[in-house]
């Protein structure tokens, strides 16, 4: 079986495909790579929504076997969440898929041995890993450099429902340790009082100096 070229375009604007498919075209000229036009997929997105690639459409959509090359503009293509980056990376490397990355070229698998392509992968896990373990910190210490939109309603631990409280009170202990010693993470303990990541933070923030911690 011949190995096909394969690239996947995530968009949010319209006019961004016709730069995109440029990109990759030339990316392929430039490296005398052999793409169809009819093996490009576009993934126009819908702003809150999730894209639709994932580790199965990836394989199904297009049809990937081994030895096959993946291209994308760069890495966040491949997911709206880190966790979906992940297991999408995952999902082509466990398929013996050749990814190639334009924009970050490092990371590229297509034309490595075995060996560096499994040290790449390994990395690449690691690394989307640990900024998905620490992404909680990152993110809140950018919202607390950030000044409140005008007009927006306050909200704080003073504005919880009796019910929101008591679901604070219930579950603050299992968060509230080491993360590796955490029996629900940060993006749990959200879901659960139903808050907005700055929001969170902020509420458990006042909760603790309530605490007198």
Avoid at 2 to 14: E, G
Avoid at 77 to 103: C, F, N, P
Avoid at 111 to 136: A, G, P, T, V
């Amino acid at each position: 079986m011949l190995n096909k070229t394969f690239a996947y375009i995530k968009i949010d604007i319209p006019m961004d495909i016709e730069n995109q498919i440029n990109l990759i075209k030339g990316y392929c000229k430039e490296n005398k790579i052999f793409l169809k036009d009819e093996n490009i997929f576009i993934d126009k997105c819908i702003e809150g929504k999730q894209i639709k690639l994932d580790s199965t459409q990836a394989l199904e959509n297009l049809s990937l076997n081994s030895g096959d090359i993946f291209i994308i503009s760069e890495l966040n293509q491949l997911g709206s969440t880190i966790e979906g980056i992940k297991s999408v990376w995952k999902a082509l490397y466990m398929h013996g898929v050749d990814i190639i990355i334009i924009e970050n070229k490092l990371l590229n698998t297509y034309s490595k041995s075995l060996i560096e392509r499994k040290l790449k992968s390994e990395i690449i896990i690691e690394l989307l890993n640990y900024i998905n373990e620490n992404m909680d910190i990152i993110y809140y210490n950018e919202k607390t450099h950030k000044s409140s939109s005008i007009g927006r309603p306050k909200e704080d631990i003073e504005t919880l429902t009796d019910e929101q409280i008591q679901l604070l009170e219930e579950n603050f202990p299992k968060f509230d340790k080491d993360r590796s010693e955490r029996t629900i993470t940060a993006d749990q303990f959200m879901s659960i009082l139903g808050l907005k990541r700055n929001t969170f933070y902020k509420i458990i923030k006042q909760y603790k100096k309530a605490l007198g911690e």
